[in-house]
């Protein structure tokens, strides 16, 4: 007997990523990238089961090129979908007993799914599609979590517990930053396909000073700086006088400030040689993909691997495995991937390679 696979969308889900929101809540706007997203995920997923999923853009158009086999539930007919279309799919999921729900969309959406959910023991799986994804349900890259789905139903993946986190979004893009727990679900996990709910870290000043002090000496006033969010990478801003909310992307050349809080459409205009500073995020290890949505594929095309500078102190680099990439476009996610020389003090550095 075939399994059943509860399957939804959030057309709206990421949309504040590329335009430098730092979420989408409120927004109201979709997402053109999602039905790539939802494409990569269904070219991969498993033909050996039956998906359940809402109409029209919540799902069902998405199913009618692909070979799987799937049923529609009735809703997700509305113009504008909301939340609690979300909540009641999930529901409507549960009453049919499905196996696993998969989703993609971000935070606020696996929130929703939670919520839904009114205590069953069902796993859920996300599909990232959203600016943040803190939660410890979301898969790399739409592409694992079809291979997770897939292990799940030979029985390869193994059943967990993880966090369902976000924050507070307005007061987010203020630079304010506050995490709260909301639910712990069952999620599947196997190998590194899934990514750990984000971690804060604990981080010394003289590791900071090293390193800001290394990339500072390095810098050539003939390239342009992009220097990514994270507090690891705004110390170094600071060494230079140069005050920025932590979670945005700035450019700077000859050591000055040029633009703060750049999004997608600033970077795509850039010319002459760059360089990326970045920080990977604790305990995920996610170096592009997630809070940075505003280094999208067209504009890293303009680069290459060696143009990314990555800087981090030992205690973050210990909470992770493996450096995670996911640009928006599977090809270009390989060219980015290998083996970086992280910066960890000055003139210091610990390799780390990439997610496989």
Do not use: W
């Not at 075939?2 to 809540?25: H, Q, W």
């Not at 799902?59 to 090129?65: A, L, W």
């Amino acid at each position: 007997m075939l399994k059943k696979i509860g399957f939804l969308v959030n057309p709206y889900a990421g949309s504040g990523g590329r335009i430098g929101k730092k979420g989408s809540d409120e927004l109201n706007i979709e997402n053109p990238e999602i039905p790539m997203r939802v494409t990569r995920f269904l070219s991969k997923a498993p033909e050996d089961a039956i998906y359940l999923t809402p109409r029209l853009k919540m799902g069902e158009i998405h199913f009618t090129k692909s070979k799987l086999k799937y049923e529609t539930i009735p809703i997700g007919e509305k113009k504008k979908t909301t939340r609690y279309d979300t909540i009641d799919s999930v529901r409507e999921f549960v009453k049919r007993g499905v196996d696993i729900i998969v989703f993609v969309g971000g935070d606020g959406t696996a929130r929703d799914v939670a919520e839904g959910l009114q205590g069953a023991e069902i796993p859920i799986l996300g599909v990232p599609a959203g600016v943040k994804m803190h939660s410890g349900v979301f898969a790399n890259t739409p592409e694992a979590a079809a291979i997770l789905l897939t292990k799940f139903l030979h029985d390869e993946a193994k059943t967990v517990k993880e966090e369902i986190l976000d924050i507070d979004e307005e007061a987010y893009r203020k630079g304010t930053y506050f995490v709260k727990l909301y639910h712990i679900v069952l999620t599947i996990s196997s190998n590194n396909l899934l990514t750990p709910s984000k971690g804060e870290m604990q981080y010394s000043e003289d590791e900071l000073g090293e390193i800001a002090d290394y990339i500072i000496d390095n810098m050539d006033d003939n390239i342009t700086y992009i220097m990514g969010p994270g507090s690891t990478v705004k110390y170094i801003e600071r060494k230079l006088k140069i005050d920025t909310p932590f979670l945005g992307i700035d450019i700077i050349r000859g050591k000055k400030l040029i633009k703060e809080n750049v999004n997608y459409f600033d970077l795509i205009n850039l010319t002459g040689e760059l360089k990326i500073v970045l920080t990977p995020i604790g305990k995920q290890g996610f170096l592009i993909g997630r809070g940075n949505l505003e280094l999208g594929p067209i504009f890293l095309r303009k680069v290459k691997k060696d143009d990314l500078i990555v800087v981090s102190t030992f205690s973050k680099l210990y909470t992770i495995n493996c450096l995670r990439i996911d640009t928006g476009d599977e090809n270009l996610d390989k060219l980015f991937s290998g083996v970086y020389n992280v910066i960890v003090g000055y003139n210091k550095f610990y390799a780390i390679k990439t997610c496989q």
